[in-house]
């Protein structure tokens, strides 16, 4: 009892899974369905995964011009039959097949990353920018990020490259040679592993140990000066008195 509510379950699963997927080329697909059957807007548009509207405006032929029409039949994602079940039925809903294939896994690959021959000469400039920006990073981050190698590292970094004197840095994101969440996610590991130390930032404030001493320092000049002042006048008037005393003598 227990196995046939799990095998139900199983089954359902695998028939929602299945549709909720989307054909392979779906306004192809579309495409060969209006020409080729009586289903409706509707039903092609719940198959395709694509708006009814859109659908509409492929059978006007105010879209999808020019693509050529995929038979799902061929191709194992229909069969006949439900085709003619959904001609039938306006209210039934075409199921995508599942395929009977079963693909091994594609191993993941060790080494540099693919980069296009288009973009291959753009590395140095790249490989330029992280040199000058990101010097924490490692070679073999660099490698993963632009996709060269060590040796064209090395040669860039020691100027023995031999277009050094064009070179200019480029960020490898504006080149489209890596995302921007590869470099954040490669910068983010280099500084965890290897902190960059603190280098200097231009000038900065003094202690305030340093500021209260000059102040005091500036305060008991200024004190010191003001009394000497005080006492020059003091002198000046005491001789000022002596004078004019010796007159009225």
């Known amino acids: 009892m ?14 929602r899974f299945a549709m909720s997927n989307a054909p392979l080329m779906p306004k192809a697909t579309a495409v060969w369905l209006l020409d080729n059957t009586a289903l409706t807007f509707d039903q092609v548009a719940d198959f395709t995964k694509m708006h009814p509207l859109e659908i509409r405006a492929i059978a006007d032929g105010d879209a999808a011009q020019g693509i050529k029409g995929m038979d799902p ?14 001609e ?32 291959r000469h753009e590395r140095p400039s790249a490989i330029l920018w992280l040199l000058r920006n990101h010097p924490e990073l490692k070679d073999a981050q660099i490698m993963r990020l632009v996709g060269t190698t060590k040796s064209t590292i090395a040669s860039v970094r020691d100027r023995t490259h031999w277009n050094t004197s064009s070179l200019t840095p480029i960020d490898p994101v504006t080149l489209g040679l890596c995302s921007q969440i590869e470099l954040d996610f ?64």
């Open 73 to 86: 039949i061929s191709n194992g994602q229909l069969t006949r039959e439900e085709i003619e079940k959904a």
């Open 88 to 119: 039938r039925n306006p209210d039934a809903r075409l199921r995508l097949q599942e395929s009977k294939v079963v693909l091994p896994p594609q191993p993941k690959r060790k080494g540099p990353r693919y980069t296009p021959v288009s973009r």
């Open 2 to 15: 227990t196995t046939g509510f799990a095998s139900k379950g199983v089954g359902e699963a695998q028939r």
């Open 186 to 249: 490669e910068v983010a590991r280099a500084a965890k592993e290897k902190p960059i130390d603190a280098a200097y930032g231009g000038a900065t404030l003094l202690p305030a140990s340093e500021t209260t001493k000059k102040d005091e320092f500036e305060g008991a000049e200024k004190s010191s000066d003001d009394l000497n002042v005080d006492a020059v006048f003091a002198k000046l008037k005491t001789l000022g008195g002596k004078k004019q005393e010796q007159e009225e003598e």
